[in-house]
Structure formats: structure tokens, C-alpha cells
T-cell receptor, first 111, second 113 residues
């Protein structure tokens, strides 16, 4: 079974700093990897989906990289803002179209 | 706008009571999923359905039941056999096929009275 780990579990950064969130997975034979954002008491919003053939995917201030051989993905958020405060989760598909989720990176951006 | 609607947003259960959480989607997706989220935990899969009239158990199906009579709807019943039902429940849907991105509703928070 695919295991997904996210480090650090929580972090705080001053506004304007770049955020670096890490996701690792045990089985490198992944099909794709998805990054989500979750606000308190809310559902998950998809941020980026990076295919196994891609090395990175960008959307605005967000950039996700993927290194299958080392079993890692990194989500970069440039010039962080207080509105970026949320929990960020990564997930990879396995088995019969299931998703294996990490426990998330809880981010607080301090104004 | 297409999306997934979960209701109610908050739900309270008495001891020995069954409760049903609603999930409706108008995205024309074949596959639907139910997850449970506990504080500090990742999402855990309860049940999923790839097509109407068919569903499979996920990792923590004990104490839960589902039905899939319509493509748009995938209700989850939390039975009295589920001894620790307090959690945040999330419904998702996707196009059928491996690795298709899943789209999520806003969740239902279930608490015990």
C-alpha cells in the first residue's frame, strides 16, 4: 500500500517569505500526484495535479515539482500572504482508483 | 455551477441512532467516494463507488453503509455499530478511470450528543 508523508506537520512564516512544503511517497511508480488546500471546516480544493511524466507544474504563485525516483514532491508558494494560511495535502492514486493522502502541512502566514 | 453538495453541514447523533449524510453531484461523474477525517489525521476512505448500483468497501467501512441508486447521489449511513462516529466526513467524485482528479464537497461534521 502506498504511504504518503508530509513534513513539516505545521509551520509559521512571516508574510512575504516563500513557502516550501514537502510530500514523500513510498512507491515511486505513481501515475500522478495532486496537491490540495483545505481551509478550517471546509472541503478540499485542488491546487495542482502533476503527471508522472512531468517534473513540475505551475499555477500563479504556486509551483509543484515531482521527483519520482526519490519519491518526493515539493510545493512552493512564492511571496506568501496571510490568505495562504491553510492546510495543504498531497495525494497519490493507488489500487482501484483510491487516493493515499498525507496528513497535511498546516501553514500560518503571519502579517 | 457544477459541484458537489453535502448536507447537512452539522449533524448530531444520539446513542443507538443511525444517521444519513447526503452527497449530491451534478458533475456527471461516475465515481464517488466517502472519506473520514479526524484531527491530525489524513483522509481515510470509507466506501467508494465506480458506477451506479455498485460500491466497494474502503479501509474503514465497519459501522457504515452506502447505496448508489442514482448517478448523482451517494448517501452514507453511520450506523449505531460505529462506536466513534465523531469526525468530519467528506464526499468526492471523479471521472471513472485510474488517477482521475477527485473533486470534493464542503463536508459534514458529525458529533455525538
Amino acid at each position: 500500500k502506498q504511504e504518503v508523508t508530509q513534513i513539516p506537520a505545521a509551520l509559521s512564516v512571516p508574510e512575504g517569505e516563500n513557502l516550501v512544503l514537502n510530500c514523500s511517497f513510498t512507491d515511486s511508480a505513481i501515475y500522478n500526484l495532486q496537491w490540495f488546500r483545505q481551509d478550517p471546516g471546509k472541503g478540499l480544493t485542488s491546487l495542482l495535479l502533476i503527471q508522472s511524466s512531468q517534473r513540475e507544474q505551475t499555477s500563479g504563485r504556486l509551483n509543484a515539482s515531482l521527483d519520482k525516483s526519490s519519491g518526493r514532491s515539493t510545493l512552493y508558494i512564492a511571496a506568501s500572504q496571510p490568505g495562504d494560511s491553510a492546510t495543504y495535502l498531497c495525494a497519490v492514486p493507488y489500487g482501484n482508483n483510491r487516493l493515499a493522502f498525507g496528513k497535511g502541512n498546516q501553514v500560518v502566514v503571519i502579517p | 455551477d457544477g459541484g458537489i453538495t453535502q448536507s447537512p453541514k452539522y449533524l448530531f447523533r444520539k446513542e443507538g441512532q443511525n444517521v444519513t449524510l447526503s452527497c449530491e453531484q451534478n458533475l456527471n461523474h461516475d465515481a464517488m467516494y466517502w472519506y473520514r477525517q479526524d484531527p491530525g489525521q489524513g483522509l481515510r476512505l470509507i466506501y467508494y463507488s465506480q458506477i451506479v448500483n455498485d460500491f466497494q468497501k474502503g479501509d474503514i467501512a465497519e459501522g457504515y453503509s452506502v447505496s448508489r441508486e442514482k448517478k448523482e447521489s451517494f448517501p452514507l449511513t453511520v450506523t449505531s455499530a460505529q462506536k466513534n462516529p465523531t469526525a468530519f466526513y467528506l464526499c468526492a467524485s471523479s471521472i471513472q478511470g485510474f488517477g482521475q482528479p477527485q473533486h470534493f464537497g464542503d463536508g459534514t461534521r458529525l458529533s455525538i450528543l
